[in-house]
């Protein structure tokens, strides 16, 4: 199976400032690729899917680009509600795998 | 509105199966697929299996080959994962999801249901 590597493990990151979290798959998997956001004590939201696509409702200062094996999620100006763990997915072969997560602190 | 809601927590003696059920509404079931993932505490996401709720053809991930099962009620809208044999491991949240493809990321997820494997 694929395997998805998040990086880094947490990002500690002032309100305004720019975010930036990558993922790393361990062969193609195109643009068949999602970012989630999940929050303590609640299920993942998607907020990418296409690698690039914000999911509806997402801010436009969430974006994703990449293809192949290297992924980036960047967020443009960090608000105070984008704490959490971010996610990222790939549907591209079978079994769909996730990475292991990168914690954003405020 | 879209709406996945999920049975209750559960806490169940290692060896025991569990089974746990999730009900769709606010978009046409047999459209979709169902989704079942697993979150072990403090840990990340693990993918377990997907179900075709219109003909009930299902595909897991080879680690729970064997001992998962899932199958659907489309007058109930419902959706159902049993796992077996369960050990301390199992101890997660279980969500159910909605995406639009076998192999395809899920728009919608419902709330989880808490399985502690406790003696």
């Known amino acids: 199976e694929i395997v998805m590597t998040q990086s880094p493990g947490a990002v500690s990151v002032s309100p305004g400032e720019r975010a930036t979290l990558s993922c790393r798959a361990s062969?193609?998997?195109?643009?068949?690729f999602a970012w989630f956001q999940q929050k303590p004590g609640l299920a993942p939201r998607l907020l990418i899917y296409g690698a690039s696509t914000r999911a509806t409702g997402v801010p436009a200062r969430f974006s994703g680009s990449g293809s192949g094996t290297e992924f980036t999620l960047t967020i443009s100006s960090l608000q105070s509600e984008d704490f959490g763990v971010y996610f990222c997915q790939q549907y591209h072969n079978w079994p769909t795998t996730f990475g292991q997560g990168t914690k954003v602190e405020i | 509105q879209v709406q996945l809601v999920q049975s209750g927590a559960e806490v169940e003696k290692p060896g025991a199966s569990v089974k746990l059920s999730c009900k769709a509404s606010?978009?046409?079931?047999?459209?979709?697929?169902i989704h079942w993932v697993r979150q072990a505490p403090g840990q990340g996401l693990e993918w377990m299996g997907v179900?075709?709720?219109?003909?009930?053809?299902?595909g897991f991930a080879q680690k729970f080959q064997g001992r998962v099962s899932m199958t659907s009620n489309s007058s109930a809208t419902t959706v159902y994962m049993e796992l077996s044999s369960l050990r301390s491991e199992d101890t997660a949240i279980y969500y159910c999801?909605?995406?639009?493809?076998?192999?395809?990321?899920?728009?919608?997820w419902g709330h989880g249901t808490l399985v502690t494997v406790s003696s």
């Open positions: 999801s909605r995406a639009w493809g076998r192999l395809s990321p899920s728009e919608f």
């Open positions: 062969r193609s998997v195109g643009t068949n």
């Open positions: 606010g978009f046409t079931f047999s459209n979709y697929y």
């Open positions: 179900i075709t709720p219109s003909t009930g053809d299902t």
